[in-house]
């Protein structure tokens, strides 16, 4: 990626439904209800890879609620495409959206991890496994 890519946030298209749709790096204005319903799916991704069947399994309404902010389309239009166009809307969404991932919420999600765990190991107790 050129310094110029990494200034100036590339845009992608798909076409779903019959319908090209345009996929962008989320708005500020997007981002609160995006992460909020976004992070109980981000425990799902490891360094391994995304295993979209466990990932739509456990958390799949919550990955399409999250699709749907990220391309300001209706809820009901991501339920109702085929599970293919579904898997590949999302994992556009998540690499449009890459860099913020990788430089801004995992970065922060590590650091309140490791606050948490300070702060909870301070009076001798031991974090929950949940």
Same mark, same amino acid.
């Given at each position: 990626?050129? /310094?110029?890519?990494? !200034?100036?946030?590339?845009?992608? %298209?798909?076409? #779903?439904?019959?319908?090209? =749709?345009? $996929?962008?790096?989320?708005?500020?204005?997007?981002?609160?209800?995006?992460?909020?319903?976004?992070?109980?799916?981000?425990?799902?991704?490891?360094?391994?890879?995304? /295993?979209?069947?466990? !990932?739509?399994?456990?958390?799949? %309404?919550?990955? #399409?609620?999250?699709?749907? =902010?990220? $391309?300001?389309?209706?809820?009901?239009?991501?339920?109702d495409l085929a599970a293919?166009?579904?898997?590949?809307l999302a994992a556009k969404?998540?690499?449009?959206?890459? /860099?913020?991932?990788?430089?801004?919420?995992?970065?922060?999600?590590?650091? #309140?991890?490791?606050?948490?765990?300070?702060?909870?190991?301070?009076?001798?107790?031991?974090?929950?496994?949940?």
């Amino acid at each position: 990626m050129s /310094d110029l890519d990494k !200034l100036v946030p590339t845009t992608s %298209e798909l076409t #779903l439904n019959g319908e090209t =749709i345009s $996929i962008s790096p989320l708005r500020v204005g997007q981002m609160p209800a995006f992460l909020r319903v976004l992070a109980p799916v981000m425990k799902q991704i490891t360094d391994e890879g995304v /295993d979209w069947l466990s !990932l739509f399994g456990e958390r799949g %309404e919550d990955l #399409l609620r999250a699709v749907a =902010i990220a $391309i300001n389309k209706p809820q009901k239009w991501v339920d109702d495409l085929a599970a293919d166009e579904a898997i590949l809307l999302a994992a556009k969404v998540i690499e449009v959206n890459a /860099d913020f991932f990788t430089r801004t919420v995992l970065p922060r999600l590590d650091g #309140l991890f490791t606050q948490v765990g300070k702060v909870t190991s301070k009076d001798g107790s031991t974090p929950s496994k949940s």
